[in-house]
């Protein structure tokens, strides 16, 4: 064990600080442990409407509302998946919204391979 300050840390700590910032890659358990705390973090935002949490009100109301997920999120997984995994919450709503527009215009949806033939 070593010994940081006044407070005694563990191998454990040690591993977990090293996946957070991005140290070590993380093994399938703590992926797994990751993408629980995601899961649990996002099923909150969405009960308070929130898809950005990064920014904004919806910044203001996740961290009010969803505080003790986002701890939990943040500890549990690698600081720049915390970061990516929130952006790309936002990105795929906007995509949704842009694909729900388009098929009310009457665009037609298309395959990648018939597009490749053209």
């Known amino acids: 064990m070593g010994v940081l300050g006044y407070f ?3 191998p454990d700590d040690k591993r977990k ?3 957070r910032t991005g140290a070590v890659a993380p093994d399938r358990s703590e992926r ?3 993408w629980e705390a995601r899961d649990s973090y996002f099923r909150c935002l969405d009960k308070h409407d929130v898809i950005d949490s990064v920014t904004g009100e919806g910044k203001t109301i996740a961290d009010r509302e969803c505080a003790a997920e986002n701890k939990v999120f943040e ?3 690698a600081t720049a998946w915390v970061t ?3 952006k790309f919450r936002v990105a795929e709503y906007q995509k949704k919204k842009t694909l729900e527009r388009l098929q009310k ?3 037609n949806s298309m395959s ?3 597009a490749a033939k053209r």
């Open 32 to 34: 797994k442990r990751c």
């Open 75 to 77: 500890q549990d997984c």
């Open 8 to 10: 005694t840390t563990s």
């Open 84 to 86: 990516y995994f929130k």
């Open 17 to 19: 600080e090293e996946v």
């Open 105 to 107: 215009e009457g665009a």
């Open 112 to 114: 990648a391979d018939s």
